[in-house]
Structures are given as structure tokens and as C-alpha cells.
């Protein structure tokens, strides 16, 4: 049964690990798809952190889209599948980084996990897809 818009984003919302899918634009591949942490509020747009040279960041580059998977097998199998356009990519602050993060991570690894990735993950973009299209389902009734 499809999820209802309120449903699909408060599910959307709660921290998933994330499949990202974005075309690499290599002929006879499929698309790049690789695992994610993301940041998204019920109505707003949906934000990832990657590295500014990454494999990631050059396909939604040149794809200008993007498309997020989240699922779950309990209490019911249920997922929110979203895709759509890329509309702003920055340079990451160090207050994104600790917002994800704690997103995430216990509140008592927080900080030695940004720490660490700061000064080792290089540069970092935070790119920013505004919700277009959606797929939702859940497959039984809690």
C-alpha cells in the first residue's frame, strides 16, 4: 500500500542510511549506487555531504539529479524511494558536518568523529535536491 505524503516524509525524515542512485553517465553502466547519510525535515529539500572530488559528486554533477532510497524490514518492510533535481551545491561548513553526524552517530561520538573527518576526509560539498517524484509502499499493517 502506498504511504501518504505525511507518511512517506516522516519516514523520509527519520536517519535511514541511504542508497543514492545518479547516472554516471558511462556507457553500458548502471547508474552509480552507493550508501548514504542524509538530512531532510517533512517539506524541505533533502541534503548530502560527499567529497568535493568524489565519484559521487561528479555524477550528480552531470546528471543534475539524484535519487535517494531508504527502507526498513521491521516492524513492516517499508521504503521511500525519491529522486529529483540538484538545486544548490556549496562548500560544506563544519556545522553541517556535526549536524549530520549527530544525526547519526551517539551523541557521545559526535565530536571525535567530526574531528577525525574534518582533517582527513579533504574538502567536502553539500549538494541540496529538492523532492520531485516519489515511490513509497508498505507491505502489512504494524
Known sequence: MALTREDREK???????????????????APLT??????????????I???RDSRKARAIASAGRFS??????EPTIRYVSVEGPVVETV??????????????????????????????HGEQLVIRMRPQRWISSDLGEA
Open 68 to 73: 535517494l532510497m531508504v527502507d526498513r524490514v
Open 49 to 51: 555531504m560527499t567529497g
Open 11 to 29: 519516514f523520509l525524515a527519520e536517519p535511514h542510511v541511504a542508497a543514492l542512485a545518479a547516472d554516471a553517465g558511462e556507457e553500458n553502466r
Open 91 to 120: 562548500a560544506a561548513t563544519r556545522e553541517q558536518l556535526v549536524e549530520i553526524s549527530a544525526r547519526y552517530l551517539e551523541p557521545g561520538k559526535v565530536e571525535a568523529y567530526v574531528d577525525f573527518a574534518w582533517q582527513n
Open 34 to 47: 552507493v550508501p548514504i547519510w542524509y538530512q531532510y525535515e517533512p517539506g524541505g529539500d533533502i541534503w
